[in-house]
């Protein structure tokens, strides 16, 4: 006997069908971004002894990148209001596409760098969409599913960026070494937008009287090129006249941004929030904690490789411990810790931190370059473990004291601060790593931790001035 199915059901059926299709371009789109984000810790130095570039190739790889996606995040999701989310989820799929074959076939530093800076400035285009589209289309139930499975495949990604990498570079596929780490996103990102053009449902091209604050945008990409130019072009060529005026250009031009926000009909930053003592402090402490956390993870990358003279897959596993630690962590915050300790995880995510940067010093004071991959493991995870509760709790808890209408565009500028801070971070602290290499790398890594370590120290009293408790339910999608 044939069982004849309700119009209903069939329609009911398809529908879930297509809430999964649209979720999982969602999540190709967010992996590429954080798997990109990553691979350039571990392929840096492979990159830079192939190109040619040195230092200064090393240093641009990785800020490049989050420079572009954190100063045009916000952007994008004003972007996507006004010209619409689909078309601009496709544009950003198909520039980063585009952006990653000119990375991968680069011949030179220069083109390379400008690839990376595109790759970022697409994906910026790209990652709000998604969270937008989702927001609209999806009922409860599964916009509850959706934040799910976020945080697994965006943890996975951040592991199998820099282990993907150590595993091409080791491959060394067709003789390319490190290029098909940039390659591989050509086949994934054909496939997304193939999938995205059948799959994401068409909207009404969005609302043109959306403003986007282009002026603000630009003021604060002048503001942040010249500050990591200038840090970057000193500490690896000298102090000279250029790399000081482009410090006191960027000084400048992030007084004009301040203005501009002051001022500005439809600012990047509502100037409420700037007023809300515990947003700004959550800033300060995610500026520091995000700029430190960030930069460290990519210096014992370059310690293990040029240091400890291991392969790029043997550093790559041997960050293996930390980012488990961070993936851990993270996910026992937002199952259930931030909403129950608030700014007490914070705290305790930053003192973890201390404790396993200061096993890390013991570590290389006591046994310099002749310390082996597996006695840093335990002191690598225990770093894993205070960066995933910070980095998964500050956003979150900055959030507690933010009004209703303040919440959209206060985690809009939390996540640009966040890649900013990165930028910094991976520009600032690699900086001072080769800076203080003169003198042995086991030196250089020992300058480098204790930075690190009065960077955490001095940041944690500000929690006392954070929110108390984290907002109740999921965290809004940024404007």
Same mark, same amino acid.
Request: net charge neutral; charged share 10%; aromatic share 8%.
């Given at each position: 006997?044939?069982?004849? *199915? ?6 009911? %059926? ?6 999964? !299709? /649209? ?7 967010? $992996? ?9 810790? =571990? ?8 190109? &040619? ?37 496709? /544009? ?25 800076? !595109?790759?970022? !400035? ?13 927001? *609209? ?7 509850? *599913? ?13 592991? $199998? ?32 937008? =193939?999938? $995205?053009?059948?799959?994401?449902? +068409? ?58 926000? +002051? ?22 402490? &995610?500026? #520091?904690?995000?700029? !430190?956390?960030?930069?460290? =993870? ?12 291991? %392969? ?5 596993? &041997? ?19 931030? $909403? ?32 082996? =991959? ?28 933010? +009004? ?6 206060? %985690? ?18 690699? %900086? ?17 931790? /204790?930075?690190?370590? #009065? ?13 108390? *408790? ?10």
């Amino acid at each position: 006997m044939t069982t004849v *199915k309700e119009p209903g059901a069939v329609a009911t %059926s398809r529908s879930s069908r297509l809430m999964w !299709a /649209i979720l999982g371009v969602v999540l190709l789109a967010d $992996a590429l971004d954080v798997i990109d984000a990553t691979v350039t810790n =571990i392929a840096a130095p492979t990159i830079a002894a192939e190109l &040619g570039g040195g230092e200064s190739l090393i240093k641009w790889l990785g800020p490049a990148y989050m420079l572009a996606m954190g100063v045009l995040l916000v952007v994008g999701g004003r972007l996507g209001d006004k010209f619409g989310q689909r078309r601009l989820f496709l /544009i950003g799929v198909a520039g980063f596409t585009l952006a990653s074959a000119v990375a991968g076939f680069a011949p030179d530093p220069a083109l390379l760098i400008v690839a990376r800076v !595109a790759q970022g !400035a697409f994906g910026a285009l790209l990652i709000p969409q998604g969270m937008a589209i989702m927001t *609209k289309n999806f009922d409860r139930e599964m916009l509850g *599913k959706a934040f799910g499975l976020f945080g697994p495949v965006l943890g996975i990604s951040s592991v $199998a960026g820099p282990v993907l990498a150590g595993f091409i570079i080791s491959a060394d596929i067709f003789g390319l070494t490190w290029r098909p780490i940039f390659l591989l996103n050509l086949v994934l990102g054909v496939i997304g937008l =193939i999938v $995205a053009v059948k799959v994401l449902p +068409r909207d009404d091209d969005g609302d043109r009287s959306t403003v986007v604050d282009g002026w603000g945008s630009g003021l604060l990409a002048v503001t942040m090129l010249g500050l990591l130019y200038g840090l970057i072009e000193g500490s690896t060529n000298g102090w000279g006249v250029i790399p000081v005026v482009s410090i006191v250009v960027g000084v400048l031009f992030f007084a004009g941004f301040a203005y501009r926000q +002051r001022t500005a009909a439809d600012p990047l930053i509502m100037p409420s929030l700037m007023k809300n003592r515990g947003f700004t402090s959550g800033m300060l402490v &995610g500026l #520091a904690a995000f700029a !430190a956390g960030t930069g460290l =993870i990519f210096v014992l990358s370059l310690f293990l490789q040029e240091g400890l003279h291991a %392969s790029a897959r043997t550093a790559s596993l &041997g960050l293996v411990p930390l980012t488990l630690g961070l993936i851990a962590a993270g996910f026992a915050a937002m199952g259930g810790m931030v $909403a129950k300790l608030g700014r007490r995880l914070v705290f305790i995510g930053l003192t973890v931190t201390f404790v396993g940067c200061a096993a890390v010093l013991a570590l290389v004071e006591a046994y310099g370059t002749d310390v082996s =991959i597996w006695a840093l493991a335990p002191a690598l995870l225990v770093i894993g473990v205070g960066i995933g509760f910070s980095f998964s709790t500050i956003p979150t808890v900055a959030l507690g004291d933010a +009004r209703p209408e303040e919440a959209g565009s206060a %985690s809009g500028s939390l996540s640009s601060i966040q890649q900013l801070a990165s930028a910094i971070g991976s520009a600032v602290v690699t %900086s001072i790593f080769f800076q203080s290499a003169g003198t042995g790398l086991a030196h250089a890594m020992n300058v480098t931790l /204790i930075v690190v370590l #009065a960077v955490t120290a001095l940041s944690i009293p500000i929690v006392t001035l954070m929110p108390r *408790k984290a907002p109740a339910g999921p965290p809004p999608p940024p404007e």
